[in-house]
């Protein structure tokens, strides 16, 4: 074991007594720390504080919310997948993650309806655009919502302030307006949490996390077995969740025009309008 000799007095002295003297004065070996927050927007408590009340406006009327968003993409082969799971041996995946070397992508995006605690997850096998989210919201309205909401004529929506939903996109709302309220006659309200402050979509700890429990420590080999983890997942609260596979090839890029801007029939939110915002339907 090598020594370190004090500047001082000349004695040598070993890792050990360095470590053993370090812990009687309080150190220890310690991980860094995120707990420094970020710069986070002055209106961030305030449009906490809306959404509280648009939940609880919809949970009186019973009126359809949900919370969306795409998880974490996965690479689907022998790859790494993180947590622990029940084995006689440990399972052997790949030693590097390249992405040459996975049968493909898998692209989960998830709608979370907070009154019914359902989810509805489709996973893509192309690009987070906004119309695979918008296309993905028209399935889960075909499958679930317009079932279990026969009379609503509005919609709320709780996402995200970046993504494939972010409150910049043109397409996002462009897409909303034109394949889905348009399309459906209904109205859709859109809240974003703000920046930083994902973690606080009910999507995220409702949905999300409870499907990284169910598939962790196990390579992701195929769509199909993702999509039976997903379907499988549950919780003791009466979580339920469906999956399907949508093979669309999504284009990125598009751009959309000012004119095609003007045509959205676009409300801005009387509270902090760049966070929220409906979309009314155009008559038939």
């Not at 890792?15 to 310690?30: C, E, I, Q």
């Not at 968003?69 to 052997?92: A, C, H, M, Y």
């Not at 009379?151 to 394949?179: F, M, P, T």
């Not at 919780?235 to 339920?240: D, I, K, P, V």
Request: proline content about 6%; overall charge positive.
């Amino acid at each position: 074991m090598a020594a370190y000799c004090t500047d001082d007095l000349g004695l040598p002295v070993s890792p050990r007594t360095v470590a053993r003297l370090l812990r009687a004065l309080g150190f220890s070996p310690r991980l860094n720390c995120k707990c420094i927050p970020s710069s986070s927007p002055a209106e961030r408590n305030a449009q906490f504080e809306f959404i509280a009340r648009l939940r609880n406006a919809c949970e009186a009327k019973h009126s359809p919310i949900i919370s969306i968003d795409t998880k974490k993409k996965e690479l689907i082969g022998r790859f790494r997948n993180d947590g622990v799971s029940w084995q006689q041996q440990p399972v052997p995946v790949n030693d590097h993650d390249f992405r040459s070397h996975a049968a493909g992508l898998a692209v989960p995006h998830g709608i979370y309806d907070t009154l019914a605690n359902r989810g509805f997850v489709r996973v893509g096998v192309s690009s987070d655009t906004a119309f695979f989210a918008v296309d993905n919201l028209n399935a889960w309205w075909r499958q679930d919502g317009q079932q279990r909401y026969p009379e609503a004529s509005s919609l709320v929506i709780l996402a995200d302030c970046g993504g494939s939903n972010s409150y910049r996109s043109r397409a996002w709302k462009y897409a909303l307006q034109h394949h889905f309220c348009n399309a459906h006659q209904i109205a859709v309200t859109v809240a974003h949490y703000p920046a930083g402050c994902s973690k606080y979509n009910p999507i995220e700890h409702r949905l999300f996390s409870q499907i990284s429990r169910n598939w962790s420590g196990c390579p992701l080999e195929s769509f199909e077995l993702i999509l039976n983890y997903i379907a499988s997942t549950s919780t003791s609260t009466g979580l339920a969740v469906t999956s399907e596979l949508n093979r669309k090839q999504y284009e990125t890029g598009i751009h959309i025009t000012d004119e095609q801007m003007a045509a959205i029939n676009i409300t801005p939110g009387e509270h902090i309008p760049k966070w929220n915002y409906t979309l009314s339907p155009f008559s038939n």
